[in-house]
């Protein structure tokens, strides 16, 4: 166990649908930072938080948002799904001794 | 935009021999990690280098950061099967607030 707990750990759903993951981040790290994992794009930056406020953002599609809660648990959105979105997400938080901490990911399949 | 280039992207060896795996940018990273990532499973963190021209040895494995701080090597010693796995560079930019942009990994299979 990382300590970064992503849920769910797989989840299949139809185009044109809505899903949330859902991440907690390791205790005591205030940061979270969500990728997307895919066969042809290896792992891509989505967007990255720091306690409560959005620090930064990759390519992330505007079909896809995120936030982070007051108990610095994050959520990120996924709308309207198309095939394409197909991957695994995942995110980590950071620490300053001991740098990236991954969670397991999420395997989204869209149908 | 920053690119990490990886090689070789596939990797099959037997039981005991080394390894290098390279990680090439045109790019400065203020770091760069190295990442091991098993099936069903998030990367983990293995080793982080800063400093250009930095080595670092992790029991069998030797990480090496170019003195320009735009490149990087793995290299394994004596390979076990246990050493199978994806493993990742990534680098954070300047200034990016630890961002990392990954390469695509090498698939490494350690035959017994």
């Known amino acids: 166990d990382s300590g970064v707990t992503q849920t769910p750990k797989h989840l299949i759903t139809a185009t044109g649908q809505r899903v949330t993951l859902r991440c907690s981040p390791r205790?005591?790290?205030?940061?979270v930072y969500w990728y997307q994992q895919s066969l042809d794009q290896g792992l891509q930056f989505l967007i990255q938080?720091?306690?409560?406020?959005?620090?930064a953002k990759g390519n992330i599609l505007e079909r896809f948002s995120a936030q982070q809660f007051p108990d610095l648990h994050s959520e990120l959105n996924l709308s309207s799904l198309e095939l394409g979105d197909s991957a695994l997400y995942f995110c980590?938080?950071?620490?300053?001794?001991?740098?990236?901490?991954f969670g397991s990911g999420t395997r989204l399949t869209v149908v | 935009t920053q690119l990490l280039e990886q090689s070789p992207q596939f990797l099959s060896i037997q039981e005991g021999e080394n390894l290098t795996v390279y990680c090439n940018s045109s790019s400065v990273f203020s770091s760069l990690q190295w990442y091991r990532q098993e099936p069903g499973e998030g990367p983990v963190l293995l080793v982080t280098?800063?400093?250009?021209?930095e080595v670092k040895k992790l029991k069998r494995l030797t990480f090496q950061f170019g003195d320009a701080r735009k490149d990087s090597s793995l290299h394994i010693t004596a390979a076990q099967p246990g050493d199978t796995g994806l493993y990742l560079c990534?680098?954070?930019?300047?200034?990016?607030?630890?961002?990392?942009?990954f390469g695509k990994g090498t698939l490494l299979t350690v035959n017994p």
């Open positions: 980590a938080s950071r620490d300053r001794r001991f740098g990236y901490t």
């Open positions: 938080y720091y306690n409560g406020e959005e620090r």
């Open positions: 280098v800063v400093t250009g021209g």
């Open positions: 990534a680098g954070a930019g300047v200034g990016s607030n630890y961002k990392l942009t």
């Open positions: 205790s005591g790290d205030l940061s």
